[in-house]
Structures are given as C-alpha cells and as structure tokens.
C-alpha cells in the first residue's frame, strides 16, 4: 500500500530505517522500504546491513552522484505502491504512530500531505547554531498554522504524496540545486493539488554548519531567482518571493542592493557567529536576491 523512499547520501540510516520498519510492520499493510545511496563515501556498509537485514527493504547503489531530486525520481520509479512517503536521511519520527498517521490519511481527499519538522530544544554548539535558530523559528510549525497557506511552507524531508501526483512534478525539475522545496510547493499551488498538513514531525538531525547554510540559504536564493526568470512561475505562496517582487514594482531594490553591498560583510559575520539574529537573515535575503537579479 506504502513506498517508504529514503536518499541517503554520507548518513547512517540504520536507527531511521529500523523504526519506520517496525512502526510499519505494526500497521499490518503492505509496504516497502527502497533506499537511494547518491554514491556516498561514508557509511555504506553499515547502511546495507541495516537494509538487507529487513524484510520488504532494499538499498541501490549508485554509480555516480545524481543529487537529491534525481535520486527521489528513481526511489519513485522503482516504488510498488500508489502512495509515497518520502524522508530524508537525516531525520527521526518523533511520534511511534508516525507511519500508522500517514495512513489513515490515505482515503481523504487530499493528495499530499506534510508531517513538518521538530528541533531538539537544546541548542547545539556554535558551529550549527544558525540552522538550528532558523529551523526552530521558520520551520517548527504547528500544522493548523501551516494549512492557512497550505502551499507556503512546503518541507520535502518529510511527506506523503500520491505517486501519480509526485511523477508530474517532479518527473519536470531538471535542475540540481538546493531549494528546490519552493518550486516544488509552487507547481503543486500552480497544479491545484490538495495540500494538507499534520502534526506528524520528524526531528531533524543533520544540521549543517552555520557557514554551509549560509552559502546554501544564498543557493536556494538563486533557485528562486531560476524560478521567477526561467520558469515564469506566477501561481506561489514564497514569502521571499512575493517581497523581491514588490521591491522591484516600487523600484526598492536598488536601495536594498546599496545596503547588501555596504552590510554584508558585517551581517554573515553576524549569522555565523555564536548569537545570530534570524530577522537579519531574512533581510540579507531579501538584499542578495536584488543583488543577483542585476549582478
């Protein structure tokens, strides 16, 4: 009934795959756990015997590194079942019910469904604080609040979608970059798909340092500029998107890229310190992508 599909890519899966199987078996519906290795250099060995040791669950080795997007086109194409769960390898449920959740979800009328994301409460050391302080602000989000705008907060670490809707969409993302999450969450608004969120967390895990998402917060600024110029994608619910679009209609980025280009040694300074300041990651933001729209 279930395809349980998991990229991995230099994470050690085995306690993630271990419980999605167990609270599996206890929901007694047919299931499958298929996990992607993206040509990792670490923890394969251990990944397969956790796998391998595991009924209905299997590993596929890859040849070559194909990123995240490509790699969850192949979990789906070599999947069984109507219904995908996605997760990332980086997460744990936080709920002993979180399989048994997403099923009872199955007949409703919705297409996809977001269980969304939980943070340890404890702050970890300086090197990750960023992600962790933007996560527990932006990310950890009660679901009534999140269905007000169903299509806004669109978290691909964790989900469950029909195979046939997840197919169209993603089948057409040809791009390799990080992101990717908001074109995703716009073609399904642009596709009219029927989007429900749930209380249904999983603890993320694998925070990055604050310097690498520093520089990935200004990828995934580039994947939206990729997303309005290329793509003509006018049907969103971005947040960030929404706002470069009014600065350029009442011609306010061109003061937002004097203050990127006199503040922005001074704000990463900020951001990747011990203390960084979430508001102020948002506003360099919104300064950078008016920089990249006329740089």
């Known amino acids: 009934m279930i395809s349980i599909l998991i990229p991995i890519y230099n994470y050690n899966i085995s306690n993630l795959v271990n419980i999605v199987h167990e609270q599996a078996i206890k929901t007694n519906v047919k299931f499958e756990i298929i996990c992607f290795d993206d040509k990792s250099k670490n923890y394969i060995n251990e990944n397969k015997a956790a796998i391998n040791s595991l009924k209905h669950a299997k590993?596929?080795?890859?040849?070559?590194?194909?990123?995240?997007?490509?790699a969850r086109q192949?979990?789906?194409?070599?999947?069984?079942?109507?219904?995908?769960?996605?997760?990332?390898?980086?997460?744990?449920?936080?709920?002993?019910?979180?399989?048994?959740r997403y099923i009872e979800?199955?007949?409703?009328?919705?297409?996809?469904?977001?269980?969304?994301?939980?943070?340890?409460?404890?702050?970890?050391d300086n090197e990750s604080v960023l992600r962790w302080?933007?996560?527990?602000?932006?990310?950890?989000?009660?679901?009534?609040?999140?269905?007000?705008?169903?299509?806004?907060?669109?978290?691909?670490?964790?989900?469950?979608?029909?195979?046939?809707?997840?197919n169209s969409i993603n089948s057409k993302i040809t791009r390799k970059s990080y992101g990717l999450d908001n074109y995703f969450g716009a073609m399904l608004k642009q596709k009219n798909i029927n989007v429900f969120h749930l209380n249904?967390?999983?603890?993320?895990y694998g925070l990055e340092k604050s310097s690498t998402y520093l520089n990935k917060s200004e990828e995934s600024v580039i994947t939206l500029l990729w997303m309005y110029n290329e793509e003509q994608i006018t049907n969103h619910a971005n947040k960030l998107l929404n706002m470069f679009i009014l600065f350029k209609k009442l011609k306010l980025n061109y003061l937002a890229i004097l203050f990127y280009k006199a503040f922005n040694s001074r704000i990463k300074k900020n951001l990747i310190s011990y203390n960084p300041n979430i508001p102020l990651l948002q506003i360099y933001k919104l300064s950078y992508i008016c920089y990249k729209d006329l740089n």
Not at 59 to 70: D, F, H
Not at 105 to 122: C, D, L, R
Not at 200 to 204: F, I, K, L, T
């Open 59 to 70: 590993i596929i080795l890859s040849e070559k590194n194909v990123g995240r997007t490509k």
């Open 74 to 100: 192949i979990l789906s194409n070599e999947s069984d079942y109507d219904w995908l769960l996605f997760l990332d390898s980086d997460v744990i449920p936080k709920s002993d019910k979180f399989i048994k």
């Open 105 to 124: 979800k199955i007949n409703s009328k919705y297409e996809a469904f977001f269980g969304g994301f939980a943070y340890s409460e404890s702050k970890p």
């Open 133 to 166: 302080k933007y996560g527990k602000k932006h990310e950890e989000i009660d679901a009534k609040k999140r269905n007000l705008n169903p299509h806004q907060l669109i978290i691909s670490a964790n989900f469950f979608i029909k195979k046939s809707i997840f």
């Open 200 to 204: 249904n967390e999983v603890y993320h």
